[in-house]
């Protein structure tokens, strides 16, 4: 938790993001992902000042376990003065020990951002799902909360002025940006709507930029006139076994044609599972894991 601090921004993790995004993938399947098609809704974390802080906090936590699908989870929810924004106890369950920092009694509107993550600390734990290292284990529960639908909170928290900031999570703001970006892509959903911190607008520009690229790669159809030649030259060197000059530069390697027909791999833009298609000319690919239909000139 940035609280005062620098806030670090770009998209200094986006390989780690881009992992976490085709490992839930595969864990959940296509069609788990398709069952939260819908964002957690302001009206269900909402949090006022008149609110009971810890009925509040109870009721926020139970929204949260309802929307992961975690029927046989309770939140037992404490507050303390800590270094982190929060943290959790993993245990077999079904009682969940999650203590938030001592701020959020007087930083509410904020306890939802805070046990979204926490919460999904728990989804992951039962579905067995991690990553090797504290840092991309944290990346990884921020990517899935936020692709899953509950992440739009911890961007709002994200607010930075010239005398103060605070920023929620592991992931940049414009991070969080890009995997808000993903889910509205595949869910058709506009976040920025639920928006109260004007920063969080800016990031999710950017992150939607970053993401709308990732579709403009070659061999996409979609991909600019610069990536196109690129792409051709490369293509030429991976044809002609002794030709000079350098690998290919963009995300898509060639199989060298001693080991059969050329092919060209590339990651797929909606989930990031490499895809292997034959170069010749116009092809339509479908991506196995999460059924984007693909239109390349490979």
């Known amino acids: 938790m940035a609280n005062g601090g620098p806030v670090e921004h770009g998209f200094p993790h986006l390989a780690t993001v881009r992992e976490a995004v085709t490992a839930l993938y595969r864990r959940l399947s296509y069609d788990t992902v398709q069952t ?3 964002s957690v809704a302001p009206a269900d974390v909402a949090f006022s000042d008149a609110d009971d802080l810890y009925l509040g906090t109870q009721r926020v936590a139970h929204e949260l376990v309802r929307h992961y699908r975690l029927p046989d989870a309770r939140m037992i929810v404490s507050f303390r003065e800590m270094t982190h ?22 930083h509410r509107r904020d306890i939802g951002a805070a046990l979204a993550h926490e919460v999904m600390h728990v989804y992951l734990h039962r579905l067995d799902l991690s990553f090797p290292g504290t840092r991309d284990n944290e990346i990884l529960t921020d990517t899935a909360t936020t692709y ?10 994200y607010r930075e002025d010239s005398a103060s900031s605070q920023k929620l999570g592991y992931l940049t703001p414009e991070e969080f940006g890009y995997v808000l970006a993903k889910r509205a892509l595949m869910f058709g959903e506009d976040p920025s709507v639920w928006f109260t911190s004007p920063q969080a607008y800016t990031a999710y520009g950017k992150g939607m930029e970053r ?3 990732d579709g403009r790669q070659p061999p996409l159809t979609a991909a600019g006139w610069a990536g196109r030649r690129r792409y051709a030259r490369d293509r030429r060197h991976a044809q002609d076994a002794h030709a000079a000059g350098p690998a290919a530069e963009g995300p898509y390697r060639f199989t060298p044609q001693e080991h059969g027909p050329l092919r060209v791999s590339f990651p797929c833009p909606t989930c990031h599972q ?5 170069v010749r000319g116009r092809v339509r690919a479908r991506c196995g894991l999460c059924r984007t239909v693909l239109e390349c000139d490979t």
């Open 85 to 106: 924004a929060a943290n959790v106890e993993l245990t077999a369950g079904p009682e969940y020990f999650v203590e938030l920092n001592e701020r959020f009694r007087t």
């Open 148 to 157: 899953l639908g509950a992440g739009w909170l911890l961007l709002d928290a």
């Open 274 to 278: 490499r895809i292997r298609v034959p």
């Open 36 to 38: 939260f098609s819908a």
């Open 211 to 213: 993401a709308r690229q």
